[in-house]
């Protein structure tokens, strides 16, 4: 049974950091590719990162967030510096076989195989 589980998440004042983390089970993480989405309050899940073959970032995030991958323990992090109170949302990670994918294939949730549950991440101003 394959699970990725969230953690990291929490209340952090606006230009502050956080580390989220995804550790899977279940599955071996390197044959992935993983990403992470996020949904802010009444809106739709969008992208935030990608490691596949190569590494992808949503524009938004681009320059403050940082993925990366812990294979030997099966992990994918995801570094999060200067959170605006916009970055506020639940945030997921995500497994999709298609390791060899491009950004426009990373972007969409319906390419994912597995998602965990989700971590809050609640930026204050």
């Known amino acids: 049974q394959v699970q990725l589980v969230e953690s990291g998440g929490g209340l952090v004042q606006a230009g502050g950091s956080l580390r989220l983390s995804c550790a899977a089970s279940?599955?071996?993480?390197?044959?992935?590719?993983m990403g992470w989405f996020r949904q802010g309050p009444g809106k739709e899940r969008e992208f935030v990162a990608a490691?596949?073959?190569?590494?992808y970032y949503a524009d938004s995030v681009k320059g403050r967030f940082t993925i990366s991958r812990g294979n030997d323990k099966n992990t994918v992090d995801l570094q999060m510096y200067s959170l605006e109170p916009e970055d506020t949302a639940v945030y997921y990670c995500?497994?999709?076989?298609?390791?060899?994918?491009?950004?426009?294939?990373?972007?969409?949730?319906?390419?994912?195989?597995?998602w965990g549950q989700g971590t809050q991440v609640t930026v204050a101003t």
């Open positions: 490691s596949g073959r190569d590494i």
């Open positions: 279940g599955l071996t993480l390197s044959n992935y590719a």
């Open positions: 995500a497994a999709t076989s298609h390791y060899f994918g491009t950004n426009t294939y990373y972007k969409w949730t319906t390419n994912y195989n597995y």
